[in-house]
């Protein structure tokens, strides 16, 4: 689904009645500017879009979302669960992590 700039931008600051944020991640930070992934669900159509973007990176940076572009290209995705394994010290003493 290819959206303006504007729309784009009115979907990622949750201005949009026909959008709702699912998740959105920083993947990459540079020295001006960070680079970010938001994933929304579309109500009238009920799929899932992923779309990327970058903003400024300090408050000298002043870059918004699809700031230099004409158009943001939002890709259809689908929720797929996934079963993780995480390791955990045996001994609350080796654990550091609530120290």
Same mark, same amino acid.
């Given at each position: 689904? !290819?959206? !303006? /700039?504007?729309? /784009? #931008? @009115?979907?990622?600051?949750?201005?949009? =009645?026909?959008?709702?944020? +699912? =998740? =959105? !991640?920083?993947?990459? $930070?540079? #020295?001006?500017?960070?680079? @970010?992934?938001?994933?929304?669900?579309?109500?009238? @159509? %009920? +799929?899932? *879009?992923?779309? *990327?973007?970058?903003?400024? /990176?300090?408050? %000298? =940076?002043?870059?918004?979302?699809?700031? *230099?572009?004409?158009?943001?290209?939002? $890709?259809?995705?689908?929720?797929?669960?996934?079963?993780? !394994?995480? *390791?955990?010290?045996?001994?609350?003493?080796?654990?550091? #992590? %609530? /120290?």
């Amino acid at each position: 689904m !290819t959206l !303006t /700039a504007k729309e /784009a #931008r @009115s979907i990622i600051y949750g201005e949009h =009645q026909d959008w709702e944020e +699912k =998740q =959105q !991640t920083i993947l990459d $930070v540079e #020295r001006w500017t960070i680079l @970010s992934h938001w994933i929304g669900f579309h109500k009238p @159509s %009920n +799929k899932h *879009y992923l779309v *990327y973007f970058r903003r400024g /990176a300090t408050e %000298n =940076q002043d870059e918004g979302p699809f700031e *230099y572009d004409e158009h943001a290209e939002f $890709v259809e995705v689908t929720p797929m669960e996934k079963t993780v !394994t995480v *390791y955990v010290p045996l001994d609350k003493k080796e654990d550091k #992590r %609530n /120290a």
